[in-house]
């Protein structure tokens, strides 16, 4: 069945530094790639998107491109702020049949520290 | 706008009693969602309605597991008998389209559901 690898955490930056977190995914077609966040104390919520192959998804200063040849998703920031240390979840949804079922990976704490 | 709730946030409950957990949807939204997120785990997918009707239910984990959204707006998830592996957060969505994949699903804060 689809599953959704991301890279263990917890993951601990100084403030301003570059931020990955790897994911990569198993799945047939082309499913569509999410990442999620939650705040501490929050619910999840959409960071970005991309719903096809070469799509670069982006918000609040992060992105990430959909890689159909390395099946990845991996989350990009250039510059981390303290604000953003939260819980960070790729998701993907199949194509095709069930389509609106989320597949989360296990989540990557990260925490920024000043 | 008011986004996704639930209710309780928080529940504690015997091992053997029955819970209900309530799920207010972003008003309009056609599709809802529940998810089951165990400790340092993402959610796992549980039920989907459509208005409604429920479409799919294959991820409840027992026949304990029921949901229900009698008139396709509030949703009630329901354990019976619960036991101490149903200790979770539940966490409900709601997203405005019918079953398309790249539409964006709006979680709620879940309830954090305690087995003693």
């Known amino acids: 069945g689809d599953s959704v690898t991301q890279m263990e955490g917890p993951v601990t930056l100084s403030e301003e530094a570059f931020l990955t977190i790897n994911c990569t995914y198993t799945?047939?077609?082309?499913?569509?790639l999410f990442w999620y966040v939650q705040y501490p104390g929050e619910g999840l919520q959409l960071l970005l998107k991309?719903?096809?192959?070469?799509d670069k998804g982006s918000n609040k200063g992060f992105e990430a491109t959909y890689r159909k040849e390395t099946t990845s998703f991996h989350l990009e920031k250039g510059s981390v702020q303290v604000s953003d240390s939260a819980v960070y979840f790729c998701?993907?949804?199949?194509?095709?049949?069930?389509?609106?079922?989320?597949?989360f990976g296990k989540g990557t704490k990260l925490s920024v520290i000043p | 706008g008011a986004g996704v709730s639930q209710s309780p946030r928080y529940k504690v409950a015997k091992r053997g009693q029955d819970v209900a957990l309530r799920c207010d949807p972003i008003?309009?939204?056609?599709?809802l969602f529940w998810y089951q997120q165990a400790l340092g785990q993402g959610p796992e997918f549980l039920t989907y309605?459509?208005?409604?009707?429920?479409?799919?239910k294959s991820g409840l984990p027992s026949d304990r597991f029921f949901a229900e959204r009698p008139e396709g707006s509030v949703s009630t998830l329901k354990i019976q008998r619960t036991q101490q592996e149903d200790s979770a957060v539940y966490l409900c969505?709601?997203?405005?389209?019918?079953?398309?994949?790249?539409?964006?699903?709006?979680f709620g804060p879940g309830t954090r559901l305690t087995v003693l």
């Open positions: 309605f459509q208005n409604e009707a429920q479409l799919d």
């Open positions: 969505a709601s997203s405005s389209a019918p079953t398309s994949g790249g539409d964006t699903q709006y």
């Open positions: 991309a719903t096809k192959a070469d």
């Open positions: 008003s309009g939204h056609v599709s």
């Open positions: 799945a047939t077609g082309y499913p569509s």
């Open positions: 998701a993907l949804s199949p194509s095709g049949a069930g389509s609106y079922q989320l597949t």
